[in-house]
């Protein structure tokens, strides 16, 4: 196979492929002799342009060649991205090939109630359900942008429009600030249907069991719900759940030690205000006067306007506690160096260590980093012995690779204790960081030893792709 360009997918162990699906792809690729790079008609960030006018203008300067057709696009509709992994198929993209088909819901969805829940703001998707069926919407993009806002609009409407679709109930997001929420209120007032709120993780949790066919009814399970944020119930942010519970309810039993995001939105797309905040939580205010000058990391943030974040952290000004995992994965690779100013895409710095671990993965073995007993995951000992490692000029890549496995064993053993504490035999693991795949398998390989039996994402994405689904059944479970 010919060596792909050193742009595509760079810092990745995997790239992606398609087939061609309609003739004209045929038509074009009988005239080369090898493989294309293709992505989607739009400028990043922004739906896809669906006629020739529109994508000269919005494309131009952009495109170097044009290649026109007469067919009148309808309905936008993305490419899926689906993985085969250890566990079989996993979708982390929906959309073509996979919507609108329906998904069934398992047993006591079958009532006649039409329930609309719009999932969240992030890979957006909305899910229309009733009579035992969902449909859930093709990926729509992220609602920070006003054109994708219209553009999901236009799908929704469509959707409703094919279905025939009136809802009796609408679910969002309980986060007060979400696009998603707000669009929600206002087609809740429009139409007079019944308007619920469901916590972010518990859509999550929700989700996975919907797509396992786990009964309306079922017991409770634990659920392991991983992910960059998503409004809590107290008002921080969450993102490293243990949660008890079902369809109609849940209850939290431990988490991720909450740390301060400085600089709110912006720690999401810059690792190193993830760094600087994780390392201060863990050791002090104090802890760059303990470490060696030299260190790249130590020298990056030295640079840094630490004394504006150490006030906002104080204060509680624009720093949001956090009990994220995203966030962790961020921090971890701001110190290995890693994206350490800013990502240019989402995930990407938790990517790239994984991709960088996973060829170390067979050799490398937890640290010694237990987490104190109490509902609260403290990280303490993990950044002890990962700095310990860096100061002994271990391999960025082994590093990489103890951190995952020091992760895999702290999430599993927390959460063998607390099945043994509640009766509980299945864990259901969701919400976007378990797309890393060397961590879902070593979560996944753990649960089985102990006897417990593991529920992961495959026909629904993990992320907020699939927040909609576990939405509607909860909207549906409570209704009753």
Known sequence: MTAAAAGVAPEHERLGFMLPFTPLHHLLLRALDGPVVMTSGNRSGEPQCTDNDEARQELAGIADFWLMHDREIVNRLDDSVVRCDGHGISVLRRARGFAPEPLALPAGFDGPVRALAVGGDLKAAFCLAGDGKALLSQHLGDLDELKNQDAWGQALGLYRSLFDTKPDLIVADRHPGYRSTRLAMELARETAARFVQVQHHHAHLASCLAQHGRAIDAPPVLGIILDGLG????????????????????????????????????????????????????????????????????????????????????RGVNAPLASSAGRLFDACAAV?????????????????????????????????????????????????????????????????????????????????????????GTVALSGGAFQNWLLLKGVLAELTVAGLEGLAHASVPANDGGLALGQAAIGLALWH
Not at 255 to 270: I, L, N, T, Y
Not at 275 to 300: E, I, M, N, Q, S
Not at 362 to 383: Q, V
Request: aromatic share 10%; hydrophobic share 45%.
């Open 231 to 314: 409004y809590g119930d107290d008002g921080t942010i969450w993102g490293g759940e243990f949660l008890l519970g079902g369809y109609r309810g849940f209850r939290r039993l431990a988490s991720f030690e909450p740390v301060a995001m400085p600089g709110g939105d912006k720690a999401s797309v810059e690792p190193w205000r993830n760094a600087y905040a994780h390392l201060r939580a863990a050791f002090g205010p104090d802890f760059l006067t303990k470490l060696p000058a030299d260190r790249p990391f130590v020298r990056a943030l030295a640079e840094k306007p630490l004394g504006v974040l150490d006030r906002m952290i104080e």
């Open 336 to 424: 290995l160096g890693i994206c350490f100013k800013r990502q240019s895409y989402e995930g990407q710095a938790g990517m790239e260590m994984e991709a960088l671990a996973s060829p170390f993965m067979d050799a490398a073995k937890a640290w010694p980093a237990t987490s104190p007993k109490g509902p609260a995951i403290s990280w303490k000992g993990l950044w002890e012995a990962l700095l310990r490692d860096q100061a002994s000029d271990v391999e960025t890549g082994l590093i990489a690779a103890r951190f995952h496995r020091t992760l895999i064993e702290i999430i599993s053993r927390r959460a063998i204790g607390l099945t043994k504490e509640n009766g509980v």
